[in-house]
């Protein structure tokens, strides 16, 4: 174990836990918007960083990219790193003003407006659903591309992805609940946030026992495959399992 100091309360963590971990594990809050235990840090939002003292000098850091040390001292809410949060703040408001999670995490910021020009995008690009679907899925259906104010959230061609199994894992773990997934009856709809992108519908398995439609078909067929099991393993749902 490391004994670390996080605004001026000694806490231990785990050797090569990540700041932003230790904090949450002892009830100290840092906003985080990209940060999702099943998926390796990226440090992409940019919400988490804090200040840190090593050999005497203060530096920024994302908590969610920076190990814990023996002896480091963390300060999560000094001026100099509310004023970077508030500002990173205000570019996702300018970005996103009509995402409902954004507008509440403005305002636990202390940020009520935005000096910035004001966009109408649906999508932080923090990319949680891009990795979701590449690290956790292993499907990589989805990406971001292009650079700088051009950066989106896409696929080949902007056309519903061939690849995507409608699994939802991507509408799962988007902080910002702008992917989103419906199951009506026998069909899934997933709807991504870029406009250029349509939305797609999934045939849902029936459960031969209860009824129930339950896992997309697409879905069930990758699993088969990729672990070859016997495609009738799935002719059951989960609940009607022994
Ligand atoms: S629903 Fe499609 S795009 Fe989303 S994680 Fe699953 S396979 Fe990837």
Known sequence: MVTLTIDGREVQAEEGAMVLDAARDNNIYIPALCSN??????????LCLVE????????????CLYPVEEGLIVKTNSERVMNNRRTIMELLLARCPSLEVIQDL?????????PFKLEDKRCILCGLCVRACEEVVGVSAISLVNRGIDREMASPFYEFPDACIGCGSCAYVCPVETITLEDVGDTRTITMPNPKMQKTEFKLKKCKICGNYWAPEKQLDYITKTLSLAPEIFDVCPDCRE
Request: aromatic fraction near 4%; charge should be positive; include cysteine.
């Open 106 to 114: 403005a305002k636990r910021l202390a940020v009520d407006k935005t």
């Open 52 to 63: 840190i003292v090593t050999n005497g000098k203060e530096r920024l850091v994302a908590s």
């Open 37 to 46: 235990e099943a998926i390796k840090p990226y440090g992409a939002c940019r």
